[in-house]
Antibody, heavy 128, light 107 residues
Framework: QVLLVQSGAEVKKPGASVRLSCKGS????????MHWVRQAPGQGLQWMGC????????NFAQKFQGRVTLTRDTSINSAYMELSRLRPDDTAKYYC?????????????????????WGQGTLLIVSS | DIQMTQSPSSLSASVGDRVTITCRAS??????LNWYQQKPGSAPKLLIY???SLQSGVPSRFSGSRFGTDFTLTISSLQPEDFATYYC?????????FGGGTKVEIK
């Protein structure tokens, strides 16, 4: 079955960087995109960015531009999210989510598909 | 950015009730609208994609519909396992955006 397994919880100090991992199994890893979504304690879902696992192309939310780096290693079916210059308000659970390739709808618009599998999440705590 | 306004933010309902959650997009998004369910301590789970398509394995009591830029998630007969928070999400354009969530609680 499709499985996304994320790395364990992290505690970091403000100003530091962190690299989270997400390992996929049970499907053709490179045929999909990997999206990253975070959820602050008691809050809603916030999209951070995504990577095309086939060619490495990335797209980010403006809020995270310059602080987030997305990479992948297709030889071990893993995707990575590095967040730099950490702040206390980066404290959140971070999820990776698999998304099939984009598609054209009946009107000819090219859009993104849906997050059909999610990792279990990685809790990141940023505190001095 | 496309804003997704979800309502209500919370509701109380009883087992067997019909429940409707609404999501309004700030501009046209065609049918690029997905619904997720999240239970405490767990990752979100895809329920409905492309506005009205039921994800494999999801009970048929869940359904989605669209009227213009308004989208609806309906649970026809609420079951105990449906008490959770529900999110809409547009996938029409980047950045992808989520609604604020609707928490469905037991009355």
């Amino acid at each position: 079955q499709v499985l996304l397994v994320q790395s364990g919880a992290e505690v970091k100090k403000p100003g530091a960087s962190v690299r989270l991992s997400c390992k996929g199994s049970g499907y053709s890893f490179s045929a999909y995109y990997m999206h990253w979504v975070r959820q602050a304690p008691g809050q809603g879902l916030q999209w951070m960015g995504c990577i095309n696992l086939n060619n490495g192309d990335t797209n980010f939310a403006q809020k995270f531009q310059g602080r987030v780096t997305l990479t992948r290693d297709t030889s071990i079916n893993s995707a990575y999210m590095e967040l730099s210059r950490l702040r206390p308000d980066d404290t959140a659970k971070y999820y990776c989510a698999r998304v099939p390739p984009q598609y054209y709808d009946n009107s000819g618009h090219l859009g993104t598909r849906w997050m059909d599998a999610w990792g279990q999440g990685t809790l990141l705590i940023v505190s001095s | 950015d496309i804003q997704m306004t979800q309502s209500p933010s919370s509701l109380s309902a009883s087992v067997g009730d019909r429940v409707t959650i609404t999501c309004r997009a700030s501009q046209t998004i065609n049918n690029f609208l997905n619904w997720y369910q999240q239970k405490p301590g767990s990752a979100p789970k895809l329920l409905i994609y492309a506005a009205s398509s039921l994800q494999s394995g999801v009970p048929s009591r869940f359904s989605g519909s669209r009227f213009g830029t308004d989208f609806t998630l309906t649970i026809s007969s609420l079951q105990p396992e449906d008490f959770a928070t529900y999110y809409c999400q547009q996938s029409y354009s980047m950045p992808l955006t989520f609604g604020g969530g609707t928490k469905v609680e037991i009355k």
